[in-house]
């Protein structure tokens, strides 16, 4: 049963300090997908990436975030430096869009960020 | 994409069925309607999407109306692991579309024993 999974499920760190969150996309899926979700906004869409390019990160910080996908196996999500502000429950989610495909997305079970 | 409306909450005694309706007015003829779950302390789940026809799957229905303008999710059987929040979402598929998604407030549907 394939899935997505995400490390480090929870991650408590000071404000300041560098967070690395990590996601493994189904295998075959084409497109990764990073999703904030906070009681206050909702799930927000971060970045996305189609083939490990970047396509659209506008829904990121850019001074503290940043989003890559090293190979096809792994994507992150960097926070440099963590804010309060930041702390949320963080998704990933893989599909495979592409023509005649159902554009399914498949989320991983997030990692809970608390920023002191 | 356009915009959709649901209501906030809604009850359902277990055993019963579940109809969650969706208002997307502003649609437009390339743009399908999706619907997502979201189980507590977990990731969105897909349900089941489509255009124009209904559609039934082994999780649930989909009955959208002529004009496109609404539609209903139907879970026939509704269990207590059913209890989430379902979202509705409007846009377009093509082979050039980027598959992302935009999550409203979603229906937090709560099924009682």
């Known amino acids: 049963d394939a899935r997505v999974t995400q490390t480090p499920r929870d991650k408590v760190t000071e404000m300041g300090q560098e967070v690395t969150m990590r996601c493994q996309p189904i295998?075959?899926?084409?497109?990764v997908f990073w999703y904030r979700q906070t009681m206050m906004q909702g799930l927000e869409l971060l970045a996305y990436f189609r083939n490990r390019a970047p396509l659209d990160d506008s829904g990121m910080p850019k001074d503290r975030f940043s989003a890559e996908m090293p190979d096809a196996t792994l994507a992150t999500l960097k926070i440099q430096p963590s804010e309060p502000r930041d702390s949320a429950v963080y998704f990933c989610a893989s599909g495979l869009v592409a023509s005649g495909s159902p554009d399914t997305q498949y989320f991983g079970p997030g990692t809970r960020l608390t920023v002191l | 994409d356009a915009k959709t409306t649901q209501p906030t909450s809604m009850d359902c005694a277990e055993g019963r069925a579940a109809n969650l309706p969706c208002n997307h007015s502003?649609?437009?003829?390339?743009?399908?309607v999706y619907w997502y779950r979201q189980i507590h302390s977990q990731g969105p789940q897909y349900i089941i999407h489509g255009l124009k026809n209904n559609e039934t799957n082994e999780m649930a229905s989909l009955i959208i109306t002529e004009d496109r303008k609404s539609s209903t999710l139907i879970l026939p059987h509704a269990t207590l692991r059913d209890t989430a929040v379902y979202y509705c979402i409007v846009r377009v598929r093509s082979s050039s579309n980027t598959g992302k998604l935009i999550f409203g407030q979603g229906t937090t549907l709560q099924v009682k024993p």
């Open positions: 295998l075959g899926h084409n497109t």
């Open positions: 502003t649609i437009s003829g390339n743009e399908y």
